[in-house]
Nanobody, 125 residues
Framework: QVQLVESGGGLVQAGDSLRVSCAAS???????MGWFRQAPGKEREFVAA????????YYADSVKGRFTISRDNGKNTVYLQMNSLKVEDTAVYYC???????????????????WGQGTQVTVSA
C-alpha cells in the first residue's frame, strides 16, 4: 500500500505563486505521479503528471506555462509549483500514484490507484 499526504495549500491572490507537496510512503517511490483538481460542482480534472524518473512530464493546456511538476525521489515527494495563479485555479488539489507506470504517466484519473486526501487552494481576485 502507498500513503499519499498533500500539504501546502492555502489562500492566495490572483497572480501569486504557491507550491503544494505530496509525500509518499509505503513502497519504493519510483512510479508515475499525478496532480488532479476538483472545483465545487465540477468533475475531477487532470493538472500535471510526471514519470518515475522525472524524464517525462505532462500538463493540462489550462496550466501549461504556469505550473511545474517535479519530484525528489530521495525525499519520496512530488511537488506542484503554481505561478500566475488565477481565480479559476481554485479547487481541491489531489496527488495520485500509479504504480503500474514508471517511464510514462497517464492523464486519466482511472489510471491511478493511490490518492491523497487533497489540499484546498483558493485564489481570490
Amino acid at each position: 500500500q502507498v500513503q499519499l499526504v498533500e500539504s501546502g495549500g492555502g489562500l492566495v491572490q490572483a497572480g501569486d505563486s504557491l507550491r503544494v507537496s505530496c509525500a509518499a510512503s509505503g513502497r519504493t517511490f519510483n512510479f508515475a505521479m499525478g496532480w488532479f483538481r476538483q472545483a465545487p460542482g465540477k468533475e475531477r480534472e487532470f493538472v500535471a503528471a510526471i514519470s518515475g524518473s522525472a524524464t517525462n512530464t505532462y500538463y493540462a493546456d489550462s496550466v501549461k506555462g504556469r505550473f511545474t511538476i517535479s519530484r525528489d525521489n530521495g525525499k519520496n515527494t512530488v511537488y506542484l509549483q503554481m505561478n500566475s495563479l488565477k481565480v479559476e485555479d481554485t479547487a481541491v488539489y489531489y496527488c495520485a500514484g500509479d504504480p503500474t507506470r514508471k517511464t510514462t504517466a497517464t492523464m486519466r484519473p482511472a489510471g491511478y490507484g493511490y490518492w491523497g486526501q487533497g489540499t484546498q487552494v483558493t485564489v481570490s481576485a
